[in-house]
């Protein structure tokens, strides 16, 4: 966008641009799909608004409701197990990236490392994923605010938090190995719109909130169908949020596919449009920087729990591990991109079953 809006076309200054990309940091949602919408608003407002959201997302979401539809009328058919038994390892490096990215951009100092291995533990024994979430902003808040004033640091807190923490963790359920549970299109729908009006972070956030509650909490899917949701999302250009799409076409046919769709970007159009007179406010916040900072680092362990459950349930043999450390090395060191290397583990895994042993 900075590139194409910015430099090519200048639609836009650099200084609007960093005010729109510090906006959409400081509201849930997906980040990708909210700068294009404070662009559509900020040249041609409402109307603006609407055109570039819809664009921007409706490509993707019409390829993974294609994509959902040849999944659920084909995968009992050997060739797609086999072609998905080689994406879920490399789907897993891909989350690994975006986690050791993540984490030298936000752990920067001990403060939020602390704050990081606390949100891992608490999470990890069953706190809800929203409190670990909005408990690590708030924290941070409170934090910086006090030491603002000489006070104290987060280090000197955080055992504070595990006790205060664990009388509300409770057993998590077990994790659905049945098929696909049947759903009601209005659960869908409210279900995805909880998600996208709390998510903070990368994308890949998404992962924690629905396997918490999709696989752990209602048993509507099994970790192999939440994996293989991922790989359509990241495969396809656009959001990842356009996974919604795939998974509830999934649980609720094409009516469920358009309640999770809706359910899950439309929060994004509400935020960016009770935003915009904020920005200006938000981004001089040093508030709103910390509860951001705070939901940034809770994010990081969500997602650092949820990778350790799905490469439990992924990396069954020698081959699936040797794809995941490929696909890793690719990635951190070669910079190749998601979308091949996903088509690569597809071919590898059809190679690798189809090979007598």
């Not at 509201?27 to 799909?33: E, H, L, V, Y």
């Not at 704050?115 to 941070?140: N, P, T």
């Not at 030491?147 to 659905?176: D, E, F, I, K």
């Not at 099994?222 to 990241?234: I, K, M, P, W």
Request: net charge positive.
């Amino acid at each position: 966008m900075e590139e194409e809006l910015v430099r090519r076309r200048r639609w836009l200054t650099h200084a609007e641009f960093l005010d729109l990309l510090g906006a959409v940091n400081l509201i849930p949602g997906p980040n990708s799909t909210e700068m294009a919408i404070h662009i559509g608003a900020k040249m041609r407002g409402f109307a603006g608004l609407v055109v570039t959201g819809l664009s921007f997302s409706l490509p993707a979401i019409l390829l993974v409701a294609l994509l959902a539809w040849v999944y659920v009328t084909y995968r009992e058919l050997p060739a797609l197990g086999n072609l998905l038994y080689g994406v879920k390892p490399v789907m897993l490096a891909v989350v690994l990236q975006a986690l050791w990215n993540l984490g030298r951009a936000c752990l920067r100092d001990a403060e939020r490392i602390a704050l990081a291995i606390v949100a891992v533990a608490v999470y990890a024994l069953g706190l809800h994923e929203l409190i670990v979430l909005f408990g690590a902003g708030i924290l941070l808040m409170v934090v910086r605010s006090m030491r603002s004033r000489n006070s104290v640091s987060l280090p000197s807190l955080a055992p504070g938090l595990g006790l205060t923490a664990l009388p509300l963790v409770g057993a998590t359920a077990s994790g659905a190995a049945a098929a696909t549970t049947p759903v009601g299109v209005w659960p869908l729908f409210l279900f995805f719109l909880k998600v996208g009006s709390v998510l903070f972070g990368s994308g890949y956030v998404l992962l924690a909130f629905l396997r918490a509650d999709l696989v752990e909490r209602y048993g509507w899917l099994t970790e192999e169908q939440l994996l293989n949701a991922l790989a359509v999302g990241q495969v396809t250009p656009g959001p990842l949020f356009s996974t919604a799409t795939f998974i509830g076409y999934l649980l609720a046919g094409p009516a469920g596919a358009a309640a999770a769709t809706v359910g899950i970007f439309l929060p994004a159009f509400v935020f960016v449009i009770l935003s915009r007179p904020l920005i200006p406010r938000l981004r001089r916040s040093r508030l709103a920087g910390a509860f951001l900072d705070g939901a940034n680092v809770a994010s990081l362990a969500l997602m650092a729990v949820v990778t350790v459950h799905l490469g439990l349930g992924t990396l069954v043999d020698v081959p699936a591990v040797f794809l995941l450390l490929v696909s890793a090395v690719l990635l951190l060191h070669n910079r190749v991109s998601s979308f091949w290397l996903v088509l690569g583990g597809a071919l590898a895994g059809w190679v690798i079953k189809m090979i007598p042993l």
